[in-house]
Nanobody, 120 residues
Framework: QLQASGGGLVQPGGSLRLSCVASGFTLDYYAIGWFRQAPGKEREGVSCISGTDGSSYYADSVKGRFTISRDNTRNTVYLQMNSLKFDDTAVYYC???????????????WGQGTQVTVSS
């Protein structure tokens, strides 16, 4: 089971750190992806991190503002989000899978989502 948390209401330019904690299994060697879904839009990939060599990917829309990291000792993956914009408003989901990929279909385990709202 994955549990995403850390969402909330933040002003434009603000920051949030999302956490994704696994229970019942270890995240070691799993690729972890962060996805988001805004109202009326399809779910999209935001960032992902490899479970083997630490490689990471960022969507162009968040590159330079978001940072993904993992702490295997805490069985947790983080998404640090800085310089938040209105367009970042969405429900954010974390997911785990065996393959480092930006494709939703590559991820077998999903958290419940955490709401991020950027508003003035």
């Amino acid at each position: 089971q994955l549990q995403a948390s850390g969402g909330g209401l933040v002003q434009p330019g603000g920051s949030l750190r999302l956490s994704c904690v696994a229970s019942g299994f270890t995240l070691d060697y799993y690729a972890i992806g962060w996805f988001r879904q805004a109202p009326g839009k399809e779910r999209e990939g935001v960032s992902c991190i490899s479970g083997t060599d630490g490689s990471s990917y960022y969507a162009d829309s968040v590159k330079g503002r978001f940072t993904i990291s993992r702490d295997n000792t805490r069985n947790t993956v983080y998404l640090q989000m800085n310089s938040l914009k209105f367009d970042d408003t969405a429900v954010y989901y974390c997911a785990a899978g065996p393959v480092y990929s930006t494709q939703i279909s590559s991820y077998a385990y999903w958290g419940q989502g955490t709401q991020v709202t950027v508003s003035s």
